[in-house]
């Protein structure tokens, strides 16, 4: 017999710890998995010399702008830079232009997806106009996404009134339902307060942690009334985890963090200003150890990058002029790594939150590592050290707000569907 690819002398993620087992690839799947002496034979062959082969990652959480910001990201470069990164699969946000809130822009973003070298879902966005549509659109998106407050992108959905049709019609349909979690009311109050200066810092209070609060609250009754399977999307404050955390006995929510909640803080929008923009904003030290400790003892059930690109210029304006995100599908698992290396997750922990968590969620039935399931794959090295550098980043923004930082463990190759994009 012979194979596509074959991956030898590598320390595999199977079945819950690393195995000295070698797998063989055919047409896309794998066909074999068993020591390298008995897999049949390739006249490709991929020497891992001991790097570790996890099951493709998933970043459940990104904005490819495309179509309509194509300057700042498109699907050619933000799905080379998720390779770059070891992501196997994305899952694209709603707040294109247009926004994919209708059957047909769906079908037009799949069709300009097409370019990308990882695979990937797209969310359907859920505004007041579209509500009785959900059905229709159900068929054609992997999950929905609701705006509670204005983000980028102008989708806003905070009547409750609404809101509460959007949850039912959504229940109906089986999606998971996906909500940006921050209170407009609040929000508008207390930006009015802070916007009278421009110190970057005050960004930070104009969007505070009740905020989040409260629209979980008011997620979260809603979810427990309309039965819906409700995902709270970039945790970022210990409240709002510890509501969620209450809510798991009852209901059926998930939540997410990422990166830049883990490894910033709101200190650093007095460091590094506009670039550390993002909704919502970096919180406290105390909130950063409650995230953690979420991830420890499984409160949060998948890391995301939220990767949020936004060109330089437009990133250097003014606090209130400037946009709210960052860059983060390329760095995401580098920063994870070389947190296993200092022993604060394990790796058992960090497969569950980026591949297991996300698989299961959101019904990614190719997934894993077993025969039969479609070759996706993310190789890595434990001790190879990196510095991250603006210069080296494939994302069209072409910068990262850890430019400078230095670690340890990082992705070395990415395989999709068989095909090795990334090496």
């Given amino acids: 017999m012979t194979v596509d690819l074959i991956?030898?002398?590598?320390?595999?993620?199977?079945?819950?710890?690393?195995?000295?087992?070698?797998?063989?690839?055919?047409?896309?799947?794998?066909?074999?998995?068993?020591?390298?002496?008995?897999?049949?034979?390739?006249d490709e062959k991929m020497n891992c010399k001991g790097r570790i082969v996890l099951p493709g990652l998933i970043d459940?959480?990104?904005?490819?702008?495309?179509?309509?910001?194509?300057?700042?990201?498109?699907?050619?470069?933000?799905?080379?830079?998720?390779?770059?990164?070891?992501i196997t699969h994305v899952m694209d946000m709603p707040n294109t232009d247009p926004p994919t809130t209708t059957v047909r822009n769906l079908i037009e973003k799949k069709e300009l997806a097409k370019k990308s070298v990882v695979n990937f879902g797209l969310y359907a966005g859920v505004v007041e106009g579209n509500i009785d549509s959900i059905k229709d659109i159900a068929n054609h998106c992997d999950a929905f996404k609701i705006y509670m407050s204005e983000s980028t992108g102008g989708l806003k959905l905070?009547?409750?009134?609404?809101?509460?049709?959007?949850?039912?019609?959504?229940?109906?349909?089986?999606?998971?339902?996906?909500?940006?979690a921050e209170n407009q009311a609040m929000n508008e109050r207390y930006l009015r307060i802070h916007?009278?200066?421009?110190?970057?810092?005050?960004?930070?209070?104009?969007?505070?942690?009740?905020?989040?609060?409260?629209?979980?609250?008011?997620?979260i009754k809603m979810a427990r009334q309309t039965k819906v399977k409700?995902?709270?999307?970039?945790?970022?404050?210990?409240?709002?985890?510890?509501?969620?955390?209450?809510?798991?006995?009852?209901?059926?929510?998930?939540?997410?963090?990422?990166?830049?909640?883990?490894?910033?803080?709101?200190?650093?929008?007095?460091?590094?200003?506009?670039?550390?923009?993002?909704?919502?904003?970096?919180?406290?030290?105390?909130d950063q150890l409650a995230l953690w400790k979420g991830i420890?003892?499984?409160?949060?059930?998948?890391?995301?990058?939220?990767?949020?690109?936004?060109?330089?210029?437009?990133k250097l304006q003014d606090i209130w002029l400037a946009p709210a995100g960052v860059?983060?599908?390329?760095?995401?698992?580098?920063?994870?790594?070389?947190?296993?290396?200092?022993?604060?997750?394990?790796?058992?922990?960090?497969?569950?939150?980026?591949?297991?968590?996300?698989v299961k969620r959101f019904g990614l039935i190719d997934y894993g590592i077993e025969v039969g399931k479609n070759a996706n794959l993310t190789i890595i090295d434990l001790k190879?050290?990196?510095?991250?550098?603006?210069?080296?980043?494939?994302?069209?923004?072409?910068?990262?707000?850890?430019?400078?930082?230095?670690?340890?463990?990082m992705p070395v190759a990415t395989i999709v569907n068989g095909n090795v994009v990334f090496e």
Avoid at 69 to 77: A, I, L, R, Y
Avoid at 250 to 270: A, G, N, R, S, V
Avoid at 392 to 406: M, N, V
């Fill in 195 to 219: 916007r009278k200066s421009s110190d970057p810092f005050e960004y930070a209070l104009a969007r505070p942690i009740e905020s989040e609060v409260i629209a979980i609250k008011d997620a």
């Fill in 7 to 42: 991956i030898k002398n590598c320390k595999l993620w199977y079945r819950e710890k690393t195995l000295a087992f070698g797998l063989a690839v055919d047409e896309g799947k794998i066909v074999s998995i068993s020591k390298d002496v008995r897999l049949p034979r390739s």
């Fill in 158 to 180: 905070d009547d409750n009134a609404l809101l509460m049709k959007a949850f039912s019609n959504i229940s109906k349909t089986n999606k998971v339902i996906c909500v940006h």
């Fill in 60 to 86: 459940v959480h990104v904005h490819f702008r495309e179509p309509g910001f194509t300057w700042k990201e498109n699907w050619s470069t933000g799905s080379k830079a998720a390779a770059h990164g070891g």
């Fill in 296 to 314: 420890s003892n499984g409160t949060i059930d998948i890391l995301a990058s939220d990767h949020a690109p936004h060109t330089m210029e437009e």
């Fill in 327 to 358: 860059p983060g599908v390329e760095t995401t698992l580098q920063l994870m790594l070389n947190a296993v290396n200092r022993r604060m997750i394990g790796l058992e922990r960090l497969v569950k939150l980026m591949h297991k968590t996300p």
């Fill in 230 to 286: 409700l995902h709270v999307c970039h945790v970022s404050s210990k409240k709002g985890l510890d509501l969620i955390k209450k809510s798991k006995k009852d209901i059926d929510i998930t939540c997410e963090t990422c990166p830049h909640y883990l490894f910033m803080t709101q200190d650093d929008l007095k460091k590094i200003g506009t670039l550390a923009k993002i909704n919502p904003p970096p919180r406290t030290k105390e």
């Fill in 384 to 409: 190879k050290e990196w510095k991250i550098s603006n210069d080296d980043l494939l994302t069209k923004c072409g910068w990262s707000p850890y430019d400078g930082w230095k670690g340890k463990g």
